[in-house]
T-cell receptor, first 114, second 116 residues
Framework: GDSVTQMEGPVTLSEEACLTINCTYTATGYPSLFWYVQYPGEGLQLLLKATKADDKGSNKGFEATYRKETTSFHLEKGSVQVSDSAVYFCALSDADTGRRALTFGSGTRLQVQP | DTEVTQTPKHLVMGMTNKKSLKCEQHMGHRAMYWYKQKAKKPPELMFVYSYEKLSINESVPSRFSPECPNSSLLNLHLHALQPEDSALYLC???????????????FGSGTRLTVV
């Protein structure tokens, strides 16, 4: 079945450092890929998405590129802020499975220190 | 309106109580979802409704009973819960375009449930 693997956290960075959170996936078809962010005490917010190979999703300074050859969708940001501290979830949706639901990775907690 | 609204935000209930969680969206989405999230874990799918019909039940115990009275509302009825059911319950909705959730979900902020 489909699966998403994320790097273990927590990731602790100083403000203005570069961020990369790795995400790889296994899917039977050609999935759409997503990054969601969850701030403390809140629900999940869609951060960015990509629906086909080589697409780049971007939002709020975050970027991720859909790499079919490496089955990856790594999240990157050039300069993190304290306000970026949250849990980040990589997810996929695969039409080939006929399953109308997202598959989530385990989540990566990001802590940004001033 | 681009939000999914969940009520209540917090709920404490005893093991013999009956309570309901409510979820509402006015974005015209035709798929709605219930997820359960334990601390430091990803959301786990419980139920999927598509065009007001239950399409996925992830082998959820019968003490959780979903209901979709119309295309904008989704309820989760709770009865005889156990302390291990304490969690954040998230509702989400999406456009139901073919079988693929191409645009992602819109999540509510959740109901934090404590069973005592």
């Amino acid at each position: 079945g489909d699966s998403v693997t994320q790097m273990e956290g927590p990731v602790t960075l100083s403000e203005e450092a570069c961020l990369t959170i790795n995400c790889t996936y296994t899917a039977t078809g050609y999935p759409s890929l997503f990054w969601y962010v969850q701030y403390p005490g809140e629900g999940l917010q869609l951060l960015l998405k990509a629906t086909k190979a080589d697409d780049k999703g971007s939002n709020k300074g975050f970027e991720a590129t859909y790499r079919k050859e490496t089955t990856s969708f790594h999240l990157e940001k050039g300069s993190v802020q304290v306000s970026d501290s949250a849990v980040y979830f990589c997810a996929l949706s695969d039409a080939d499975t006929g399953r109308r639901a997202l598959t989530f990775g385990s989540g990566t907690r990001l802590q940004v220190q001033p | 309106d681009t939000e999914v609204t969940q009520t209540p935000k917090h709920l404490v209930m005893g093991m013999t109580n009956k309570k309901s969680l409510k979820c509402e969206q006015h974005m015209g989405h035709r798929a709605m979802y219930w997820y359960k999230q334990k601390a430091k874990k990803p959301p786990e799918l419980m139920f999927v409704y598509s065009y007001e019909k239950l399409s996925i039940n992830e082998s959820v115990p019968s003490r959780f009973s979903p209901e979709c009275p119309n295309s904008s509302l989704l309820n989760l009825h709770l009865h005889a819960l156990q302390p291990e059911d304490s969690a954040l319950y998230l509702c989400a909705s999406s456009q139901d375009r073919y079988l693929e959730v191409r645009d992602g979900y819109t999540f509510g902020s959740g109901t934090r449930l404590t069973v005592v």
